[in-house]
């Protein structure tokens, strides 16, 4: 990566940092999102490696394997009553603050991904420890040497 490359990412960290504090956003949230990015971002890359046959690595193609012990009780959660309450405003933002973000830095596809599968390991984590639904909507928590 060169240097530009590196400081467009750290500043799309720190907005979406930031943002995300800011607006004190629940997991659940945030993960949607994220999913929402990575999912176009995956489809493009994709259609591109389709076209060239060439390859990325795992850590690039897939979601970061994740350490977290299960919870005990086998949570379920409604996924209509989910996506019912949570804010789409607050998600809109969210998801406007990552896209303009992504263009102004000009992130390659690989970059953009790796900067939100880092998000989505940390969400992953969290969503894999959540017991119920309480926990989907608790702020997501960032460690602070991110």
């Known amino acids: 990566m060169e240097d530009d490359s590196v400081d467009g990412l750290?500043?799309?960290?720190?907005?979406?940092?930031?943002?995300?504090?800011?607006?004190?956003?629940?997991?659940?949230?945030?993960?949607?999102?994220?999913?929402?990015?990575?999912?176009?971002?995956?489809?493009?890359?994709?259609?591109?490696?389709e076209r060239t046959g060439e390859a990325v690595s795992e850590r690039v193609h897939a979601p970061w394997p994740i350490d977290a012990v299960s919870p005990s009780s086998n949570a379920s959660?409604?996924?209509?009553?989910?996506m019912n309450i949570v804010d789409h405003q607050r998600m809109d933002i969210l998801d406007t603050l990552i896209r303009v973000t992504l263009v102004e830095i000009n992130a390659s596809v690989i970059d953009a991904i790796l900067?939100?599968?880092?998000?989505?390991?940390?969400?992953?984590?969290?969503?894999?420890?959540?017991t119920g639904p309480g926990q989907l909507f608790s702020p997501i928590d960032i460690p602070d040497d991110w």
């Open 10 to 49: 750290v500043t799309l960290t720190e907005r979406t940092v930031n943002l995300v504090n800011q607006l004190n956003m629940p997991l659940v949230e945030v993960s949607l999102v994220l999913q929402k990015h990575l999912n176009q971002l995956m489809t493009t890359l994709n259609q591109h490696l």
């Open 77 to 82: 959660f409604d996924l209509e009553k989910v």
């Open 115 to 130: 900067a939100l599968r880092q998000w989505e390991h940390l969400a992953r984590t969290q969503l894999a420890s959540a």
